[in-house]
C-alpha cells in the first residue's frame, strides 16, 4: 500500500511490553524474509505519558540504546525515530514539567535519525476551565498562551529554535520530526474543530509554520480512523473533511522551498510561500476570521506576470464541508 501512494512506512516498535527478540523477528520478516525495505523505525510512543509503563527519561533512553543496537543486528541500514514526546513542554521542561529531551539525547543521540515528538495544542481531557488548552476556536487560533505555551500558534518559534539546538549539540545527523499533530488529543478526538473549516484553517496555518523550519517530517494523526475519531482526514464514510483539502492544496501547488513571508496582521491573516520547480511563487493566506480580508500581497525580488488562484471556504467555522 505504502509503494502504491509514494509513501515511505514508519513502523512502531513495542518497547512497552515487547522485546528485543521479538522486534528484531519482525525487522527479519519485513526486510530479509520478505525484501520490504523499511527504512524508519520509530522507538515506543509517548513515553512521557504519565502511564506508568516508563519511569522517567533514563529507563526510554536505555530502552532505546537496547532496541535499536538489537534492531540495527538484522538490518544495519534503518534509520531509527524517537523518543516520540507527548508534547513539546517536556523539551525543555517547561511550565514546571520534567526534561525529557535533553537526557534522551545526550545519550543515544548517535543512533537517532529522527528526533520526534508531537504536537497538539488543545484537549477535550483539560480539566482546567480557565485554561488556555480549552477546546474553542478562539483558543485554537491565540497567537500566545502564557499559562501552558504549547497551546499558542506562535509555540512553534520557541519549540523548533530549542529542538534545533539540542540536535546541533547531541546529534547534528539527525533531523527534527514532528510525528504527530493534530488539534486534540484528548477524548473528544477533536470533535467539532477538527472535522469543521476551523480545523482546515488551523492546518493551513501550521503546517507552513512548521514547514518553515524544515523538519524531516510532518506527520497528520490520523488519516482514517472510526466514528470516535474526529481528527481524522477522511471519515469513516470515507468522505473527506475540510482539512483534506488543505493537505491536498499544499501537496499539488506549494514549492520544493519556503520564502520568507510576513503578514502585519497575523492574527487575522497568516502566510506562507514558496518558489517551486517551474519558477512559480506560491502563497498561501489563511483567513482566520468569518469575515473577508482585503490584503496587499507586495513581493521582494519577484515580478509577478500571471496568477492562479484556489480556494478553500465554507460558510462558517462549523462547516463540516
Known amino acids: ?13 513495542n518497547v512497552k511490553r515487547g522485546t528485543e527478540a521479538a522486534a528484531k523477528d519482525l525487522l527479519r520478516y519485513m526486510n530479509v524474509e520478505k525484501g520490504y525495505g523499511v527504512k524508519y523505525l520509530q522507538i515506543g510512543n509517548e513515553p512521557d505519558l504519565t502511564d506508568d509503563m516508563t519511569a522517567g527519561p533514563q529507563v526510554y533512553a536505555d530502552q532505546l540504546i537496547r532496541f535499536t543496537d538489537a534492531l540495527r543486528s538484522v538490518d544495519p541500514n534503518i ?20 526534561d525529557w529531551m535533553t537526557p534522551i539525547l545526550s545519550q543515544t543521540a548517535g543512533r537517532i535519525h529522527g528526533i520526534s515528538w508531537h504536537y497538539y495544542p488543545l484537549d477535550s481531557g483539560q480539566k482546567s476551565p480557565t485554561s488556555s488548552a480549552i477546546m474553542s476556536i478562539e483558543h ?9 505555551r504549547p497551546a ?20 547534528p545527523n539527525a533531523e527534527v520530526w514532528v510525528t504527530e499533530i493534530a488539534e ?21 496555518d ?11 517530517a510532518v506527520l497528520r494523526w490520523l488519516f482514517k480512523g472510526s466514528t470516535m475519531h474526529s481528527y481524522g482526514l477522511v471519515d469513516p464514510f470515507h ?34 510561500a514558496s518558489t517551486r520547480t517551474d519558477g512559480r511563487v506560491a502563497v498561501v493566506l489563511v483567513n482566520k476570521t468569518t469575515s473577508p480580508r482585503r490584503v496587499k500581497v507586495a513581493f521582494d525580488g519577484f515580478a509577478p506576470c500571471e496568477g492562479e488562484e484556489l480556494t478553500l ?5 462549523e462547516a463540516k464541508t
Open 313 to 317: 471556504t465554507g460558510n462558517g467555522y
Open 206 to 216: 501550521v503546517i507552513g509554520r512548521y514547514g518553515e523550519y524544515g523538519p524531516g
Open 140 to 148: 485554537l487560533f491565540q497567537e500566545a498562551a502564557h499559562d501552558w
Open 79 to 98: 534509520k531509527i525515530i524517537g523518543p516520540e514526546m507527548l508534547t513539546g513542554a517536556h523539551v525543555g521542561g517547561m511550565h514546571g514539567t520534567v
Open 239 to 272: 468522505v473527506p473533511r475540510p482539512a483534506y483539502g488543505v493537505y491536498w492544496m499544499y501537496a499539488r501547488h506549494f514549492g520544493d522551498h519556503f520564502v520568507d513571508s510576513t503578514s502585519s496582521s497575523i492574527t487575522d491573516v497568516a502566510v506562507h
Open 184 to 204: 486534540d488529543p484528548g477524548p473528544d478526538s477533536g470533535a467539532g474543530i477538527s472535522d469543521t473549516l476551523a480545523g482546515a484553517l488551523w492546518v493551513g
Open 152 to 171: 499558542a500558534l506562535a509555540f512553534v518559534d520557541e519549540v523548533m529554535p530549542a529542538l534545533d539546538q539540542l540536535r546541533a549539540a547531541h546529534a
Open 1 to 13: 500500500l505504502a509503494k502504491l501512494v509514494g509513501a515511505e512506512p514508519l513502523v512502531a516498535i
